[in-house]
């Protein structure tokens, strides 16, 4: 029962925000620095959810948390490297989804 809980709440915590966000003004909303914080929020929520799931891994002997350096890191490499020549999104994905697999298959 405590994991229905946890939904029902989340759900209503998101919707509740959802909603608030409808009551703000619209000139609070058009502010130019709310969107440049707003963009640089994005960009470091997702480099945070890049480097967790690229250098956290667990320990399958004490099953605890440590760094790591495997296949993830060097496709991580490999899409830096492409995105300084500026592929296309899609070729960056495909190369370090490619490269990780094949560190996998052959390690």
């Given at each position: 029962m405590n994991s229905w809980f946890a939904?029902?709440?989340a759900s209503a915590a998101v919707f509740s925000w959802k909603y608030l966000g409808h009551l703000v003004p619209?000139?609070?909303l058009e502010s130019k620095f709310l969107q440049k914080?707003?963009?640089y929020l994005t960009i470091a929520l997702l480099a945070g959810l890049v480097g967790v799931?690229?250098?956290i891994g667990t320990n399958s002997a004490t099953n605890r948390q440590e760094i790591v350096f495997d296949a993830r890191f060097a496709a991580l490499i490999v899409a830096?490297?492409?995105?300084k020549f500026k592929a296309p999104f899609i070729v960056i994905v495909l190369a370090g989804a490619a490269?990780?697999?094949l560190l996998r298959f052959n390690f």
């Open positions: 939904i029902i709440t619209r000139r609070l914080l707003a963009g799931q690229t250098f830096f490297v492409l995105l490269t990780a697999a």
